[in-house]
């Protein structure tokens, strides 16, 4: 194996021993201590060692966390309430991490739970790739909506849209070019080739940018069926459309906007030659389409907040076409 590529292995004293691969768990957490203490008690269960458990809480006021997690003396916790999104506090954790001498960073928003083997099998999945000769980036669980029972889709960049497919059948880990960020299990030295996203991304687009960076530069990004997690994504619901059910996220104005803008900017960049024109009509496309299910089923919007909505989305779309991540959207940090 290139030892560049994924840093020096520690090898097992017995042959097919797990290594003792020294790990830091990163939480982005944000105005919810139930969602963040749920998810440090399934961090804490984990059958694999953990070295460092950090948390950049961008909430408004300081987190009230359960003591039996507060007392841990592995945690730490910066409390960020100008608010810095996942991107900006990934940032933070990868730094703490790499100077602390970890092998992986392991990474989380509070609304994720992993089973307790879950950090094992990732670990495990990693040590035997690489040891077949493997550039490894990112390994990730196979994560499950815990409200509609859903598997979150891995994605792959069809050369004008980022595009989400079915797992394959069977227990074999499988390559895509983005994981959810939630869950994936990063290993710390891949940053020496490939930097961590723009941290002006804010909360939206941090998996895409990332993982397909990895994977244009020779590295593997592994789904590993075995890993499970559940993750907890905005508020569904379920509608009938066109004679079939499917389920729908209800967001806010805010993550609207970051979801137009930021998939618009990494489609676009991403995109060569007449795949720019075709990816400029599936963004579009985007846009007209939800903005009708925003008029035609988001029942729990008032009207002033789903014409906040639609705005967002058009708006979001703009400042994506136009490459304005310095852009904000108006009521942040909220």
């Known amino acids: 194996m290139d030892a560049n590529a994924n840093g020096p292995l520690k090898r097992a004293s017995v042959p097919g021993e797990l290594t003792s691969w020294q790990v830091a768990v990163y939480i982005t957490a944000y105005a919810d201590p139930p969602a963040l203490d749920h998810c440090l008690a399934g961090i804490r269960v984990q059958t694999y060692p953990i070295q460092h458990i950090l948390i950049v809480d961008n909430s408004p006021t300081p987190p009230a966390i359960a003591p039996e997690h507060a007392a841990d003396p592995r945690l730490r916790i910066w409390h960020h309430p100008e608010n810095l999104g996942i991107s900006g506090g990934l940032a933070l954790a990868a730094q703490f991490a790499t100077q602390a001498g970890v092998d992986f960073l392991w990474l989380f928003d509070q609304d994720s739970y992993p089973d307790p083997h879950c950090l094992h099998t990732l670990v495990t999945t990693y040590q035997t790739y ?13 994560a499950v909506d815990g409200r509609t029972g859903e598997v979150v889709r891995a994605g792959r960049f069809l050369g004008d849209r980022f595009r989400g497919f079915p797992p394959p059948p069977g227990d074999t880990p499988y390559d895509c070019d983005v ?13 020496e080739q490939v930097a961590l996203p723009d941290s002006r991304l804010f909360i939206d687009g941090i998996d895409l940018d990332h993982g397909l960076r990895l994977r244009q530069a020779g590295y593997r990004n592994l789904v590993v069926p075995t890993a499970q997690m559940t993750h907890r994504f905005g508020q569904p619901i379920t509608i009938q459309f066109c004679g079939q059910k499917k389920n729908l996220q209800l967001y806010s104005p805010l993550r609207h906007y970051y979801i137009c803008r930021n998939h618009t900017y990494l489609e676009l960049r991403h995109s060569q030659g007449f795949a720019r024109l ?4 599936h963004r579009l496309r985007y846009l007209l389409v ?11 919007s008032t ?5 906040q909505k639609i705005f967002a989305c058009l708006l979001g779309t703009w400042h994506g076409w136009l490459g304005q991540l310095d852009s904000q959207w108006q009521n942040q940090p909220q």
């Open 130 to 142: 690489t040891e077949q000769g493997n550039k490894v980036g990112i390994v990730a669980p196979t």
């Open 179 to 191: 994981a959810i960020t939630s869950g994936s299990l990063l290993r710390l030295a891949t940053l």
């Open 278 to 281: 075709t990816c400029s009509m």
């Open 290 to 300: 939800s903005s009708l299910y925003i008029l035609l089923f988001d029942h729990q």
């Open 303 to 307: 009207w002033q907040t789903k014409q």
